[in-house]
């Protein structure tokens, strides 16, 4: 039977570039927001370092993530018909852009790194992101987009009504 999913144009072994990359950009951007609101907090400047290293490794990763995205978009004609993937893809475009804002804003000395267009930045970021890896979520769990064919091989485990005894399994399977 052939594979009705849309598959990833960009993949290493299998995997969607996209999905090795996406969670880099998720943790960056989060994790700026929550050091923002400590630096705000605080006013120790660690905190405001850290934001700025934070944006700007998830603005690095969100591009290379970005660009195994558009590879798939424009490698697959499949993807392309699907509404998840086109909102995913703009979505990342803002994400993108007000990433790169932030990382400007972020180079200024201490206070006026963060409190409050840094803050404000990071937190609107954190917004749109969830929106978009949502979406990334719809475009793979709804839509299929980049998903495997179902494999012929068995189950490592069937399903059973006992419990199962996971050393026993591991050296029936070794």
């Known amino acids: 039977m052939p594979h009705s999913h849309p598959r990833a144009t960009a993949r ?7 999905a090795l990359l996406a969670p880099f950009p998720i943790v ?3 994790g700026a927001l929550l050091t923002d609101i400590t630096y705000s907090r605080t006013a120790e400047m660690m905190w405001a370092d850290f934001s700025a290293w934070l944006v700007t490794v998830g603005l690095i990763m969100g591009g290379l993530a970005f660009i195994a995205t558009l590879v798939d978009f424009l490698g697959e004609p499949r993807v392309r018909v699907q509404t998840s993937v086109r909102i995913h893809l703009v979505g990342s475009v803002i994400l993108l852009v007000l990433a790169t804002f932030n990382m400007f804003i972020h180079t200024h000395d201490a206070w006026t790194s ?3 267009c840094g803050l404000t930045l990071s ?3 954190v ?4 929106i978009t890896e ?3 979520f719809v475009m793979i769990f709804r839509d299929g987009v980049g998903v495997s064919a179902p494999s012929s091989r068995p189950l ?5 009504s006992q419990p199962v ?3 026993q399994e591991v050296l029936r399977l070794g």
């Open 12 to 18: 290493i072994a299998g995997i969607p570039i996209r």
């Open 28 to 30: 960056c951007f989060i």
């Open 114 to 116: 963060v409190v409050p």
């Open 123 to 125: 937190a609107i970021i």
């Open 127 to 130: 917004v749109i992101l969830l």
């Open 134 to 136: 949502w979406m990334g």
């Open 156 to 160: 490592l485990i069937e399903n059973r």
């Open 165 to 167: 005894d996971v050393t």
